[in-house]
């Protein structure tokens, strides 16, 4: 979900196919299934119009070429639940100045 930083709603993302696609994986072994990430959905419908601050919520640290496209949407932070299994990523973010937060929450807050 991308958010301004006055916190007004954006466009959410997800994984998953072309608009009208079936949503079935080419492959289930990570990194093969095909599908489009769910940071270039959000950022597909994102208003570059708006001058602000973005500000996006991910489950999952992005992967490399997510980073890239972040850092070229002027995204300012990134807040996420958990890392990707390559974090690599995040040290692109970081490196252009982009706030990383890991976003720690357990079911008993």
């Given amino acids: ?26 492959s ?19 208003n570059y119009s708006d001058p602000r601050s973005r500000k996006i919520y991910l489950t999952h640290s992005p992967c490399i070429v997510c980073a890239k496209l972040l850092v070229n949407a002027k995204i300012s932070q990134v807040v996420y639940a958990n890392e990707y299994r390559d974090t690599k990523g995040l040290d692109i973010l970081r490196s252009h100045g982009i706030v990383c937060e890991h976003f720690h929450r357990t079911w008993d807050e």
């Fill in 1 to 26: 979900m991308l958010l301004p930083i006055t916190k007004l709603f954006y466009p959410s993302g997800y994984n998953g196919d072309e608009r009208g696609g079936t949503n079935k994986p080419d």
């Fill in 28 to 46: 289930l072994e990570p990194g093969k299934s095909n599908f489009i990430h769910a940071e270039v959905n959000a950022v597909t419908k994102m």
